[in-house]
């Protein structure tokens, strides 16, 4: 089984910064992409940003230039830098991973963490 653990959420004012984090752990063969994603109350689950094993990322048009995703490989931990934060980007975020249990695995497992909540106040 692999846990994800998020931290960094809080309340911040609009044009400030956060860094979230989620560091996996249990036991697993390795991690290929890993990723954010955000709810805000009655809207559905959006995708924030993604990093591949490779290092690629993927952005949502609506943080382009203001989020910055990278990860920590050796540590199995995923970071989101998120600057200029505006009061529409207050959601609950959570990360996620793509996980082969094995080496012989075929296909990956998602996991999600519990969520970290993000507040920005106008």
């Known amino acids: 089984q692999v846990q994800l653990v998020e931290s960094g959420g809080g309340l911040v004012q609009a044009g400030g910064s956060l860094k979230l984090s989620c560091a996996a752990s249990g036991r697993f063969f390795s991690i290929d992409a890993m990723g954010w994603y955000r709810q805000a109350p009655g809207k559905q689950r959006e995708m924030v940003a993604r990093?591949?094993?490779?290092?690629?990322?993927n952005y949502a048009d609506s943080v382009k230039g203001r989020f910055a995703i990278a990860r920590d490989n050796a540590k199995n931990t995923v970071f989101l830098l998120m600057n200029n934060l505006k009061p529409e980007d207050t959601a609950v975020y959570y990360c996620n991973a793509d996980v082969y249990s094995y080496v012989y695995s075929r296909s990956y497992d998602r996991y999600w963490g519990q969520g970290t909540q993000v507040t920005v106040s106008s």
């Open positions: 990093i591949v094993g490779g290092g690629s990322t």
